[in-house]
């Protein structure tokens, strides 16, 4: 439904000539319950942290290329609206980034450079098939003893 709006001449206190707005069939909360959900959430780690750091980090500035070529190629591949490309803060997997995890499958990509970026949206986001390449061996996945950790 479309919302509408009527504007009707009125006189306000201390002016000439006013106006009323009324606004007909609109409820934001109706309009955005007419909103698909997203499809997918991508989340790709902007975490910084000092070169000194005891645990490595995703960015070495808080800029991702990453990020920004997931966020065009996806826009090119029809998926605005239905796909949203996130930047977040640490996810903990550090010793793997720079990290990736795409939602509802919960699947978590390490090492992750912008060239992969391409591959991550035709073959993951828009076909459906992760990159398995690129994924974070189960082994390691939140688990204490990682051989990646020291
Ligand atoms: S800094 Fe990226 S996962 Fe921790």
């Known amino acids: 439904m479309n919302p509408t709006m009527q504007i009707h001449p009125g006189h306000g206190p201390g002016r000439t000539v006013g106006f009323t707005l009324e606004l007909h069939n609109f409820n934001r909360s109706q309009r955005r319950s007419h909103l698909p959900p997203f499809e997918r959430h991508v989340f790709v780690c902007h975490n910084v942290r000092p070169a000194d ?30 796909v949203r490309i996130n930047k977040s803060g640490c996810l903990d997997q550090c010793e793997h980034g720079p990290n990736v995890v795409v939602y509802p499958e919960a699947v978590w990509y390490g090492g992750v450079r912008p060239e992969d970026a391409e591959e991550i949206v035709r073959e993951h986001l ?25």
Not at 60 to 81: F, I, N, Y
Not at 132 to 150: G, T
């Open 53 to 82: 750091a005891p645990r490595p980090s995703c960015t070495s500035d808080g800029k991702s290329d990453l990020h920004t070529r997931l966020s065009q190629l996806s826009k090119e591949a029809g998926l605005a609206g239905r």
């Open 126 to 150: 828009v076909r459906g098939r992760p990159v398995e390449r690129l994924r974070i061996a189960d082994a390691c996945l939140n688990a204490r003893n990682c051989p990646h950790k020291d």
